[in-house]
């Protein structure tokens, strides 16, 4: 049985899903100064205001890409998060990017940064600050579970990098849940399962 949380998670990702899309298909059919938050809204069948809680701004709807967590988390935080190490980091990497890994398959996406590769300045610098908070938070982490390591940012970026790889490979496998109009939500436990078997046949090699 669905928990009340999930299911609001996976309608909250249905929502901005459909924002994404009625972004990118506005984007095309009108151009990036013809289409309108409001016309976004409507498309997506939610208010004006409802869109503000899920994009700050036109461009960043139209790239599918919105920090959700703007800072490196704090050692409460840190220390709050599940005791399994590829869990923790599958989390921190959900939290910092909020769900929104791009399906590199996404053919819609693609046309969009065809038409308009001014947008991929918007992309790239949300996707830096999302992955420089993952890192770090990531790196405060390991420093908070004693995990001996003398290259520990690297480690970080490492264990980052694998997870949003992890996240990237479950979207065009179909590994998702479904919820309204196909949109994909990639859970903390699907993630680490996943790093946790990739991890598995690494350390039974020569």
Known sequence: MTSPV???????AATRQRIIRAAQ??????????????????????SPRSFFNYFSSKEAAIVGLQPAQERMLTDDEVDDLPADVAAAVSAVVLAAFGNQV????????HEVFRRYPQLLDEYRSLWKAS?????????????????ATHERD??????VSMCVATIRTM???????D???????????AVARAMRAVSAVLRSGP
């Open 171 to 177: 979207l065009v496998g179909g590994a998702t849940c």
């Open 154 to 159: 690297a480690t970080a970026f490492t264990l």
């Open 102 to 109: 791009a399906d590199p398959e996404d053919e819609l996406r």
């Open 131 to 147: 992955k420089q908070n993952a890192t770090a938070s990531v790196a405060r982490l390991l420093q908070r579970r004693g995990i």
């Open 179 to 189: 919820v309204g109009d196909a949109a994909s939500v990639v859970t903390v436990d």
């Open 25 to 46: 298909v506005g984007s095309l059919e009108h151009g990036l100064e013809g289409v309108t938050v409001e016309g976004i809204a409507r498309a997506a069948d939610i």
């Open 6 to 12: 999930g299911l609001r998670e996976r309608k909250r």
